[in-house]
């Protein structure tokens, strides 16, 4: 997913950080890096409000209780292998 314009954070980096960015899981400088990506590139910040929105579904959907840690690094993981597939179907 790119715009096709050349940034300073490339939007692969970008996409590869977008939930820790989302969950404020980086330090200040990554952050507004992140930020500035986001403001100038439309493709990855429609990546960002569907992340949020699917974060926030979850959230609602969930129990008070915390997943334990195995099943939150499966649904992670299981989350950036859907988005490979389909940045690699969509080139």
């Known amino acids: 997913m790119s715009c096709g314009r050349p940034h300073e954070t490339p939007c692969d980096e970008v996409l ?4 820790d960015f989302l969950d404020s899981e980086l330090d200040t400088a990554t952050s507004e890096q992140i930020q500035h990506h986001l403001e100038e590139c439309a493709p ?4 960002a409000a569907l992340d949020r929105m699917v974060k926030t ?25 859907v988005r490979v597939t389909y940045r690699y179907q969509s080139d």
Do not use: G
């Open 57 to 81: 579904l979850v959230a609602r959907s969930c129990c008070s209780e915390p997943a334990p840690d195995q099943v939150r690094l499966r649904v992670v993981q299981r989350i950036s292998e």
């Open 16 to 19: 590869a950080r977008l939930y």
């Open 44 to 47: 990855c910040l429609a990546q």
